[in-house]
């Protein structure tokens, strides 16, 4: 995994897989992301950007739009993936 720190981008193709970023600034830059390997993104900043899916995410992501439109059942199930996990209580310890 390459990793790019700090880094002020303008313009341009970013292809995410594989790659981390921390700390970035990203300005008018087209994003591509094909689900082939991890990303990290760590405090990064985007200013007019757009993303792109293809390969295995572009079909996740139309298999997840496809579902979500299929009514309040699939839309319930979509929404379900994307909430956030609460985090988990600590246990208390007793004496």
């Given at each position: 995994m390459a990793t790019f720190n700090n880094s002020t981008v303008e313009g341009g193709r970013i292809a995410l897989d594989g790659n981390e970023y921390v700390g970035c600034t990203f300005k008018k830059c087209v994003f591509v992301f094909g689900g082939t390997a991890p990303v990290k993104l760590g405090k990064c900043?985007?200013?007019?950007?757009?993303?792109?899916?293809?390969?295995a995410a572009a079909?996740?992501?139309?298999?997840?739009?496809?579902?979500?439109d299929q009514g309040?059942?699939?839309?319930?199930?979509v929404d379900d993936i994307f909430r956030p996990v609460p985090p988990k209580k600590a246990k208390s310890k007793s004496k």
């Amino acid at each position: 995994m390459a990793t790019f720190n700090n880094s002020t981008v303008e313009g341009g193709r970013i292809a995410l897989d594989g790659n981390e970023y921390v700390g970035c600034t990203f300005k008018k830059c087209v994003f591509v992301f094909g689900g082939t390997a991890p990303v990290k993104l760590g405090k990064c900043s985007f200013v007019s950007c757009t993303w792109e899916f293809e390969g295995a995410a572009a079909q996740t992501i139309a298999f997840l739009k496809g579902l979500h439109d299929q009514g309040s059942g699939g839309k319930a199930v979509v929404d379900d993936i994307f909430r956030p996990v609460p985090p988990k209580k600590a246990k208390s310890k007793s004496k």
